[in-house]
DNA sequence: AATGAATGAGCCTTCATTCAT
DNA sequence: TATGAATGAAGGCTCATTCAT
């Protein structure tokens, strides 16, 4: 059948992208995007290096798929937290594994070059912004109701979301530093950051 | 005079070192580390290429040297707030400043690389953290006192400490997508989030 | 019927190279053939890859088939001359056009990389240098006839069939250098050449 | 000396400079300039890829300073037919040799491949229309004066030159498929060739 | 101290061609 | 007949670094 036939097709060139998008997150991971060449990426995903080419207009292309499959990550888990019911208790709650997922050293150090490289590239910056606007987004849409329903003020829920996401940045280029950031401290007062954030008092 | 001879020189050399410094920081902050080329470099600084390598073994070195030269500054800053009395409220006061200081949207990305760079450059991470740690220690030293003045429990200053500084870098990324961190809502949470950290109730 | 299918998929298959060589035709023409990769010229033709494959065992033997295809185009010329009659007041009348046809920039840019190509490859020497012979000699046939029938010498008539050959290529240079060559000033001077070449005076 | 050691460097250079076009030269000849790859030329040129980007921008720089060159070689035959008098006289003069020079079969090719290039190709095109006009000022202004002195019109001056000029194209352009022009017949035509187009009788 | 010519490995990318389906 | 996924060699070009002067 040709329907079949195509989407079979349609599955298994998604499966590729995949496949790339798996290597280039290894190699880029383990030497940066700038160190990580496209020979190594397509030897690590066991294609060839046109293959690739295939699937991706540019090694850039590849970067910015990455940062949109990040950003997916990331609402997965806010969409977690909204299915567990009250947001910011969710929030809260998870941090000992939020610091845990941002403890990785080797994931940061490669999200800061995300950030760094989105400085000087418009079209990554484009890319990393939307990806960016919309996690804050679902953030913000989730804490705004859960802090209404707390009879909280929603004053500046912007910009708290913004520190709230600045605070783990911050923390993951601490994690990219070597340093250990799954301690109970750190969970005690990224908590008391939080909270002071979010909380008018 | 041998003696004056070689102190002139000596002054000299740690001008051109300052020259090259100058240069190598402009084309990092505008290019990057990676995209900014010894000879691109060179033609800043107003010298030849092979005549850097007589002050710089290497590029890293150049990087190196620049991450001691930005702890300096942050010294001078920290040293300060020191003069001024008490360094909680120094700190506190001097927000608004921080953060215009935070959000030159080069210097800050550049300040992600090193980061990230570092997180796969042993000597680099040497470099970088043996500068943040020093930092941080002179921030704990004075933040202590300050504290214990107070009456307020220094406990887990070490990760307040570091809380703050991930504060900050984190500000950084959000300078470095381009995002305006100096309005009064950053200043107002920033402070609130600072207080949170430092204050045990 | 076996014979009617079998003329059927013979007529297919050279509808299938004739779509081959117009979209091939179309893409040199417009980057020339090192530049016109296989990719374009199928997506041109509206076809796979692989599929031209079938019909030319390389890219070039695209460009010999477009050759010869060139070749038969001079003929139809050639011929539609030795029908009105007297052949070289056909060639003399026909000038105007024939600078015309000469004149598009992108056809004659081809023609010269044809030329070029075939200094360096022996294959495609051969089969240009067949098709121009064959023109030649056709041009030479119908020349040969009417000169003599004008009671003038057909002494070095190959010489003189080569120069007006070369006469007209060297036009096609121009026009690939962006020169207009349809004026009457053009007209006159060709015609004038082309007659000092045929008629011994 | 500071100017001796100046003059010697800029000597230096310029000899750098004519060796890798000579070596370009060469390759390009004998491959094409599409097949020629720089590394060829930089083994040719008997240095390495990257120091022949000390003295061209581009494999496309190369090429277009040897259409220059070209150029001025054909301006130095210009400036000796003048040198000899009688501009005209010169020109038919030396016939023979002016065949010879075109029949090298490589070089030939390499010009028409200038030409189709430059169709495609605007810099080029700007490179190769300049040095064209020049050397067909150059004969414009010769031929110009030494027609006026025998009492002959130059009407038309401009195309005429033009299509001296397209002849020798045409001309080269048979010695590219490896038809010999050295022959008295040829001689003979191109002559009685010339002086039709020059001579308004 | 100072120059910049010289190197050559290595980068990203393209392309003609093949082959399983 | 028809597809297009897959290959991998080769291309132009850049760059940190060295070294003779």
Same mark, same amino acid.
């Given at each position: 059948m040709k329907g079949a036939d195509q989407r079979q097709t349609v599955d298994q060139a998604d499966a590729r992208r995949d496949q790339i998008l798996e290597a280039a997150a290894e190699c880029f991971r383990q030497k940066g995007f700038h160190a990580a060449s496209m020979a190594i990426i397509s030897k690590t995903a066991g294609m060839s290096v046109g293959h690739i080419y295939h699937y991706f207009q540019n090694k850039e292309a590849i970067i910015a798929a990455l940062i949109v499959r990040n950003s997916e990550q990331l609402h997965d888990v806010l969409n977690a937290f909204q299915a567990q019911g009250d947001f910011v208790n969710a929030l809260l709650a998870d941090l000992p594994d939020g610091l845990e997922r941002t403890a990785d050293r080797e994931q940061s150090a490669l999200k800061l070059e995300f950030i760094a490289e989105s400085a000087r590239n418009s079209e990554l910056s484009c890319v990393l912004n939307a990806a960016d606007a919309s996690a804050r987004q679902r953030l913000s849409d989730g804490l705004g109701v859960s802090l209404r329903a707390r009879g909280q003020s929603d004053v500046d829920l912007d910009t708290k979301v913004m520190l709230i996401s600045a605070l783990f940045t911050g923390l993951a280029a601490k994690a990219a530093q070597? @340093?250990? @950031?799954?301690t109970d401290s750190y969970a005690r007062l990224v908590r008391r950051s939080i909270e002071a954030i979010l909380f008018e008092d």
């Open positions: 070597g @340093i250990d @950031i799954c």
